[in-house]
């Protein structure tokens, strides 16, 4: 990828105020797919403690946007259409780290999958899984 | 229902310090059906300006568990197994509305399904619809 | 609707030799609404002796996707982008009913949903529900 | 696996007159993963000529439950609570190919996907990828 399609990227999330609040960073890019991670912010929580579906999925779901938006012009954004989420484990343990990746380019629906793990020290377990549309929109 | 049983979810609502990073509140519950609504705070925005994924997900999530957790004993919590969205419109107006409701109670596997509303003024636009499967805990 | 709307409809059910196998037909269409019933033949059950899944999913895929081709042109047809079922009692009894419908029509998405149910003599139990995504294509 | 934990996918698999109606085989069984081959039957078309989305779901949502059954002891029969299927590319070609796998296994639910291939002589195309719940049932 050229620097101009990863600061893109870049701009973009930064422009999510949402990811701000959940304190998440853009970690990787590269064709096709993104990292994502976060803490586990105190203000994240589900009513046990762990962290909330909505942060598992807000991570998710912007890795593997972003992953598709990697394939795109430099003139796209993207939009979910529609994603699924099943949740393996509870949201625990230092950060989440959200890969996306892209299963199927192109220019009307992209077919995008994430997987979030939990990092607690040295080990990291299997979250969440995401498999979800993407629609490009110019701008 | 009962006030106790109307107790707890407001109980296991207030437990979520996401909902109240979200700024949503609990507006009805009723047996088998939940509502939460939320205004869009400006953290909680994507890149064009309007609600995040997130957001919506995070409100139709809680809508649909809360249903099916009126339809528990008091002694069991829920967590979400798996859940997909459509989103059909920006998440754009005064404020989020999202309906839970049952559409198949059982003690092993719920299933649920919600609709999410933005609401600008007088007007309802149905932005999102979810189906997933609650998973009853004990607690 | 017009006849010519309706009958394009059953023209292009007609054309699928998968509901001919599976003994289908509509039996209703109606503006963003489509019924097929079906038997539960000896050739469409699983391991248990209740009707597949896949039996279930096709007859619910197929009324989505015809509920969604009666909002759009004649010259068009729909294809499946993405469809989820959630499964919710065994398929058996005398035959399925499914009913699509549209929840937000779109040149470019539609999406849509389906019940069906398990009808034995004069009760009908809902065993399944989707929620999935068409795409029209011109033909 | 040992031979009686393969048999019982066998024994399982020929119990579904689905199977035999679609001509679909197993044609692998290893530990957390199944493979399962099927033509595209003249009787499994949708209108345009392809492979019907009944028939790709049927193949991926069998491997991914019988993927999963690999996992669980021989006493136990599995039902798919629910499944999302995203349709990649037409079902066309010599035959497709259904590969299921655990992402998580579980006594109570076990996650699974599943990849379907079209393959037309030398050339494998995925047309579909599907991601499920299974549940564990005593027989």
Do not use: W
Request: charged residues 20%.
């Amino acid at each position: 990828m050229d620097q101009a399609a990863i600061d893109r990227i870049h701009r973009s999330f930064a422009a999510q105020s949402m990811m701000a609040t959940l304190g998440a960073r853009i970690e990787e890019v590269g064709a096709g797919h993104v990292r994502i991670v976060a803490p586990i912010l105190p203000g994240a929580l589900q009513q046990q403690g762990f962290g909330h579906a909505g942060l598992t999925f807000s991570l998710g779901d912007s890795a593997a946007g972003y992953a598709s938006l990697t394939t795109l012009p430099l003139d796209n954004e993207v939009v979910t259409a529609e994603i699924k989420v099943n949740l393996l484990a509870p949201a625990k343990g230092d950060r989440l780290i959200a890969t996306g990746r892209v299963i199927k380019p192109g220019k009307r629906l992209c077919v995008v999958s994430s997987e979030v793990h939990a990092e607690e020290g040295d080990r990291r377990t299997l979250i969440a899984v995401l498999q979800g549309t993407m629609v490009p929109v110019p701008v």
